[in-house]
């Protein structure tokens, strides 16, 4: 019989990318298997969700939980955790914030089901249809989780104890939580976010900064940045000054402004808000002075062409959380089909 302490990685809504930071713990895998007990984690282990049910509560030490909320069994799965758990961590950018799967709250669930099965070249579906949660077959009932109009948060569906962000979080910031379990030491106040800091991406960036005015936004398609200078005085939007570092500034590290994964720095609400400030102050608006109103409309146009999905850029990875949520009115009670 193990005394290994139990622990559990689960998937909701999400890429597996967040599995992938686990495998990168290398040779720290071998220290996580001397002291814990995987007892469940669909990719890794054959361990069944009945098996989870028959647990004790708070049997497992600590569930890493990934992925958004998006359908009756994510949030099924989501309560069996944090029943079952000591410690329910909501590991990486989607269970923390909702990630790129709760962009889809710019769209109807109806909108997503005729664009997935119905209007797209590639599908071939004369009468229609489209997933439903029952359908009676000669061999019995087959059942679907039900797809939610909108995506949630862990923390909008149960109770989290800790929070780790990034898309997915590195392989670093995991191994940060399971030495302070293994060492036994105390764990931070309820609430916390584990293995990040509390500044911005533009403090752990080398990048020199000159407080240059815009001109233009442009992609990084367009032309080859210069390696040593900010990338958002090049006209790249770099979500670093909006963005919670703990990552070592990955991405301006290899020349790619940052998409603002980690969530936003201690004390800003709202990501994509605190982005938008900061564009207003950065672009050149010298050239506007003495332009008619329209003029300058289709001055600011023409720069914010460079930026062709605001919601995908502002908020790729915290729109559930964030003050918008979604763009269209809170949906009504939930449907079943
Ligand atoms: S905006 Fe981006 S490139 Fe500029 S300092 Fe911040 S993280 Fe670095
Ligand atoms: S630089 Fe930004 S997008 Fe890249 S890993 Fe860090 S927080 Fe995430």
């Known amino acids: 019989m193990t005394t290994k302490a139990s622990v559990a990685i ?6 597996g990318g967040c599995e992938i930071s686990v495998a990168n713990l290398h040779e720290h ?11 469940f984690c669909p990719c890794l282990v054959d361990a069944k969700v009945d098996d989870i ?3 004790p509560d ?58 997935i099965y119905c209007d797209n070249p590639s599908i071939d579906n004369p009468g229609g249809t489209v997933p439903v949660t029952r359908t009676q077959m000669p061999e019995g009932e087959l059942k679907l989780p039900r797809f939610h109009e909108r995506v949630k948060t862990l923390a909008q569906t149960v109770d989290v104890d800790y ?5 997915p979080p590195e392989s670093h910031q995991l191994w940060s939580i399971l030495e302070l379990l293994i060492c036994g030491a105390a764990l931070p106040p309820k609430g916390s976010i584990l293995g990040a800091g509390r500044k911005s991406v533009c403090d752990e ?4 900064r000159k407080d240059k005015k815009v001109e233009r936004i442009r992609r990084p398609y367009e032309f080859a940045p210069d390696p040593k200078a900010c990338l958002l005085e090049q006209g790249l939007i770099c979500m670093g000054v909006a963005t919670r570092d703990g990552c070592g500034a990955l991405c301006p590290q290899a020349n790619m402004p940052c998409n603002g994964c980690y969530g936003p720095p201690e004390g800003v609400l709202d990501q994509g808000a605190k982005m938008v400030g900061t564009l207003g102050s950065i672009i050149d608006i010298e050239p506007l002075k003495g332009l008619s109103e329209e003029a ?10 460079g930026m062709p999905d605001y919601a995908g850029t502002f908020y790729k990875f915290t729109l559930a959380a964030s003050l918008l949520e979604g763009a269209r009115p809170k949906a009504g009670p939930e449907v079943s089909g």
């Open 10 to 15: 689960y998937w909701a809504s999400s890429c």
């Open 29 to 39: 895998l071998l220290e996580f298997d001397a002291h814990f007990q995987l007892v």
């Open 53 to 55: 049910r028959a647990m």
């Open 58 to 115: 708070e049997s497992i030490l600590v569930t890493l939980f990934n992925g958004a909320i998006r359908t009756d069994e994510n949030v099924e799965m989501a309560h069996l955790l944090r029943r079952k758990s000591k410690v329910l961590v909501a590991y990486g950018a989607c269970a923390s914030s909702g990630s790129i799967p709760a962009l889809s709250n710019l769209h109807r669930r109806e909108d997503h089901f005729n664009a």
């Open 163 to 167: 929070f780790v962000p990034g898309c």
């Open 205 to 208: 960036c080398e990048r020199e």
């Open 296 to 305: 300058i409309r289709a001055h600011v146009d023409a720069i914010l062409d």
